[in-house]
């Protein structure tokens, strides 16, 4: 009867989201009501549930989805996206340039969101097609499986935070990872899907390429270079590295110590790194930056709203024991808790749309059973954010970025998009199942 209520839950949950287009805040708040008095919770601990769930999100993850918004508009005004990719171009080269592109877009996308970056980074790969006569479909879909694997996976992106924060994982063990994870699994299903399938799916945009290349990256003077972008993307990341290795090195009694877990802490370094930008970018302002505080500011509002629902909707799951009678039942059939995290989150990102929505729910699950199992939160966590990737629906408002940005058919933009997605989740899944192998071995790195 609770997989029938939660199920239930979900198909009410796709309906007010896709065909009533209720706002996802809304949406979720509701159902959580709904699957509560479905499955008998008494009123005064299904409210607190789902205030509590509310709440526990936000005190997690709230200062830092609201600096990573911060840092992330930043650069986007300053054009500290285009100096990424003009950076790459130049180190990888135009003939390498869909690697160039999806290495662009693993970076751009950890403080810039999905549909920003990809408007901003479209034109180039048009151009790019243009020039070189490499398919178009490479370029859009290197672009973009680059962008949702970054959003997905690697912190400070409200996602992988929020399951990072909910499986009580190191943070710097997690931002290490999922970096070693995330460019294999993005180039798999970003550059390799792409040109192994662009003959059979796209046959009339191959044949055209050219070999004597004559494009010029521009470098506008203007521009936030991309040396000085990726420094500021990597600097918070940096400061939760360092106060991840001090804390396994040094006594936190110790002056040192104590400085390095300060800097360390996820609110501080992220503040840090958004101070560090508002120094460093200045000069390429071409508007007070209390107007683009301002302006994130009121992005980060629904990005708050919808993370703190998605944390009430999977708090409203767990109290009425759907949660332990999902894993529990899975663990039945003998399923390792990293694939059930996988699993769970795929289905969950296909139902509703969001990924994000996805990732807070099936963390909020799966937390629970990590310590019992003797699962590394790490890589159950990873394994999580692997299962947002893949299968980008029409109910998914990337689905629909990309569709019309593109200028592709539906059928094209699930050949190139949708799939391109799900091999590369795939494909970190795969990462995540090789270190776990290392587990056992080397358990202080997991």
């Not at 009678?325 to 990102?349: H, S």
Request: aromatic share 8%; charged share 10%; hydrophobic share 55%.
């Amino acid at each position: 009867m609770l997989m029938v209520v939660f199920l239930l839950g979900i198909a009410l949950l796709m309906l007010l989201i896709i065909k009533f287009k209720i706002n996802p805040f809304l949406a979720l708040l509701f159902t959580s009501i709904i699957i509560g008095f479905g499955a008998g919770l008494p009123v005064p601990k299904m409210v607190g549930s789902i205030s509590s769930g509310f709440g526990g999100t936000m005190g997690g993850i709230g200062i830092v989805i609201a600096l990573g918004i911060i840092l992330g508009q930043l650069l986007y005004e300053t054009g500290g996206t285009e100096g990424i990719a003009s950076l790459a171009l130049k180190k990888i080269g135009v003939k390498n340039s869909p690697v160039a592109l999806c290495i662009t877009a693993v970076i751009v996308a950890i403080p810039v969101y999905f549909d920003a970056a990809f408007v901003i980074l479209v034109n180039l790969a048009k151009q790019l097609s243009e020039k070189t006569g490499i398919p178009l479909v490479r370029y859009v879909t290197a672009l973009g499986v680059g962008l949702i694997i970054g959003h997905c996976v690697i912190i400070p992106t409200p996602g992988p935070m929020a399951v990072a924060d909910a499986v009580a994982a190191p943070m710097g063990s997690f931002v290490l990872y999922s970096l070693v994870i995330c460019v294999p699994a993005a180039l798999v299903g970003g550059v390799l899907y792409s040109k192994f399938t662009a003959p059979i799916f796209f046959s009339e945009q191959c044949g055209h390429e050219k070999n004597n290349i004559d494009f010029d990256v521009d470098d506008a003077k203007d521009r936030c270079p991309g040396t000085l972008a990726i420094g500021l993307i990597l600097f918070p990341i940096t400061l939760i590295l360092i106060g991840t290795i001090a804390g396994a090195l040094l006594d936190k009694e110790t002056a040192l110590g104590a400085a390095c877990a300060f800097i360390g802490d996820k609110n501080v370094a992220l503040f840090i790194g958004v101070v560090a930008a508002l120094f460093m970018l200045r000069p390429y302002f071409k508007r007070p930056s209390e107007e683009m505080i301002t302006e994130a500011g009121s992005q980060a509002g629904m990005v708050l709203l919808i993370t703190g629902a998605g944390g009430s909707f999977g708090a409203i799951i767990n109290a009425t024991g759907i949660g332990d009678y999902i894993v529990a039942t899975m663990q039945d059939f003998n399923v390792p808790l990293m694939l059930l995290g996988f699993i769970l989150c795929q289905i969950l990102r296909a139902a509703q749309g969001s990924a994000t929505v996805a990732l807070v729910t099936t963390a909020a699950i799966v937390a629970p059973s990590i310590s019992a199992v003797g699962a590394s939160p790490v890589l159950v966590g990873l394994a999580i954010c692997c299962g947002a990737v893949g299968l980008s629906l029409p109910n998914d408002s990337g689905f629909w970025v990309v569709n019309r940005f593109s200028g592709f058919t539906f059928p094209q933009t699930m050949k190139a998009w949708t799939l391109g997605g799900f091999i590369a989740g795939l494909t970190g899944l795969v990462i995540v199942l090789i270190l776990s192998l290392f587990q056992n071995a080397l358990p202080g790195l997991f």
